[in-house]
């Protein structure tokens, strides 16, 4: 399927929208999950947020987190080609700029808070 | 994917977009100002306008991921036909339902 | 002396190796020339006016659909080697030659076609060529049906019935010429399933086309068109 056709920017656009998207939607009947324990007060949210200290969980809300910037600014760069007819050449470099600054950022502020 | 479902998943995609970004401030916000569980839930807690916001943002989830999911396993999978079409009927059910009692949970705690 | 792995059969076969002379300003189209005319007789291949202007040569060469009559061996092959395939995406007929009858009726199911109507007009139509309709059609019409986009784009491989990008662009022409009578029925042949909706906007198609053609935007565009077409069947 990876053909020389392939390492190019819109295929690799498409394919992260396409993986992120995949990953979110594996991941939010977790997230509602687990948000829903709050219905058992602060404490069972507390107890089961203790759990997500361990840190491959937290490696795994970073991923999520990264997944869900990189589908909302992939996805915006679909609407933008389907419905302002933007002629894309600059706007994968600009997105991807835009993911990786979100990226480092959101690195940089989970691993502060 | 028929022109109805496409103009569905788009409109769901842009409500998304702005939605998202403000989670996502939101959360950077929380995980920056070392909030603890309770303290949000302090704040969700009988906020008519979050309350709105997110159930606005759950239904948009339940519209756009099970059409996005669709699309992926048709060209992916061999699944399609009216089976793949129940079983993300109910993928979009499933979503509503957890994400709404989600959405109560931190209404009410 | 270059190395040349040629495909030889039809959907199932290998790759045949020659050694062919390396000349200047030499292009793929001479190398299958050279191969099938003092080597192996048995080779099968298109090609017409061999100048970059019908599109019967197009195939695969190191792994990217082109023309071979306009691709130059010398910014074409790596370390002296060339891999040269028919088309993906299409039947095999034999070695480098593809069946593109399902392309062109694919074509067709677009309602790629200009349609007169019934009655005939009074008189000449005026077509501004400065107006933003006969722009986006002029941009897209001086496709020659080569095959390449169809050969690059990944939905096609992965949806039997994809219209494709060179049918799907062929529609938005037509959408764009005021003179053409069947507009309802060409937007209602492109909301299918598979039609301009199951494009994911890779833009394979957009980088490989030889005629500068962006069938990605004028696809884009046929989404704009049933968008409104369904909003306002809705209403």
Redesign the interface.
Known sequence: MIGAAHKQSGFLAALAH?LS??A??VF??I???A?????D??DA??RF?IVTADPLVKLSELVI?LA??TH?ML??R??AI??LDFRERTLTALSTCIILVLGV??LF??N?? | ???????AQ?VS??L??AA??VH?VT??Y?????L???DV?GRTHGNAWLFAFYTLFVIA?AIH?PI??RT?L???TPWRGIALDVAMVA?AA??LA??L??V???F?? | MLLVRIWRGTTSGRFQVFAVPRRENQTVLDVVTQVQREQDATLSYRFACRVGMCGSCAMVVNGRPRWACRTRVSEAARDDRLQLEPLRNFPVVKDLAVEMTEFFDKWRAAKGFFEPGTAPADDFAVVSPGSSERQAADAGIECIGCGICHSACD?VA??KDYLGPAALNRAWTLVNDVRDQAGEERLAAV???SGC??CHTHMSCTKLCPQAIAPTYAIAGL?RA??S???RG?T
């Open positions: 396409r998207g995949i979110l939607a939010l009947p997230h509602f999950i948000l829903a324990t709050a219905l007060g602060a949210l507390d947020l987190v869900l910037a909302m996805g915006l679909v609407l389907e419905f950022g959101l502020l989970l502060a808070g | 994917m028929s022109a109805l479902l496409f103009v788009r995609a842009a998304l977009a998202g970004a996502l959360i950077l929380v995980a920056r100002s070392g603890t569980a309770g839930l989830v991921a996005g999911l992926v048709r060209e992916w993928f499933l979503l957890l994400g009692r989600a109560v949970a931190v009410v705690a | 939905v992965w949806d909301s299918g399933a909706v199951a989404k049933i968008v077409r369904a909003l809705a």
